[in-house]
């Protein structure tokens, strides 16, 4: 599966680490692995002792390592943990956080990468947050195989069919399944101390066994969606 060295550690052998800005072959697609960004809350956990690292963002020397190495190349995909600044997701910034105080340099580092690096997809973090934009895609929580673009599990432990994100709850308001129109439904509903407002998180259709999930389910920050 992997052509270079990845970490395991052997408590947990099904979570493999990849290593940065290594390239990987991982099932016939290329990887480039981008790891680091800045932590806003770096001053809280100096203050009170907790850990951070001071090589948690590349160098200077590491990037244009990578931009000598890959600018005008193809690569399948991305993994980074931050996004380039083009993409950052503002409407999610933590509140009472000074974002002039914050370190963009990964940010406008991975701008140059995006710009120079031929890619199908991009898959980041950091953000806590959901999203795509063009071939961008934030992750939080929810799993995907990035060789098909499709939400894992597919199934839940009844048998049912998940289809996420399907639509908003105001979309669905028929008390009907959306597909065989059967009336044969139940609602289902999230842990509602994550969830601001209504905690219904889908339906579930008991005739086509189907699970029909809602895209517009608020949840609280740093609480990932439930479906």
């Known amino acids: 599966m992997f052509e270079k060295t990845v970490l395991i550690e052997a408590e947990y052998p ?9 390239f990987y072959k991982m099932n016939e697609k290329s990887v480039l692995v981008i790891g680091g960004a ?3 809350d770096k001053e809280y956990r100096l203050t009170y002792g907790h850990k951070w690292f001071e090589d948690e963002q590349l160098t200077e020397r590491e990037k244009e390592e990578i931009l ?32 002039s105080r914050v370190d963009k340099s990964m940010e406008i580092f991975l701008d140059k990468v995006e710009e120079n690096i031929h890619y199908d997809k991009w898959y980041c973090g950091h953000f806590h947050t959901e999203k795509q934009i063009d071939k961008l895609e934030f992750m939080f929580g929810r799993i995907k195989y990035f060789d098909k673009d499709e939400f894992y599990p597919k199934y839940d432990s009844n048998g049912n069919e998940i289809i996420r994100d399907y639509c908003s709850q105001e979309e669905l308001i028929e008390s009907k399944c959306p597909q065989c129109q059967s009336e044969n ?10 969830i601001l407002g209504s905690d219904i998180i889908g339906i579930k259709c008991n005739h086509c066994k189907k699970i029909y999930g809602f895209n517009d389910v608020k949840y609280d920050y740093n609480c990932p969606k439930e479906l």
């Open 185 to 194: 439904i139940c609602l289902i509903k999230g842990n509602g101390f994550h």
């Open 14 to 22: 099904n979570l493999i680490f990849v290593k940065n800005r290594d």
């Open 38 to 40: 800045y932590s806003v």
């Open 68 to 99: 000598n190495k890959y600018s005008g190349k193809h690569i399948d995909i991305i993994l980074s943990h931050t996004c380039p600044l083009k993409y950052e997701p503002t409407e999610v910034f933590m509140k009472g956080v000074d974002q």
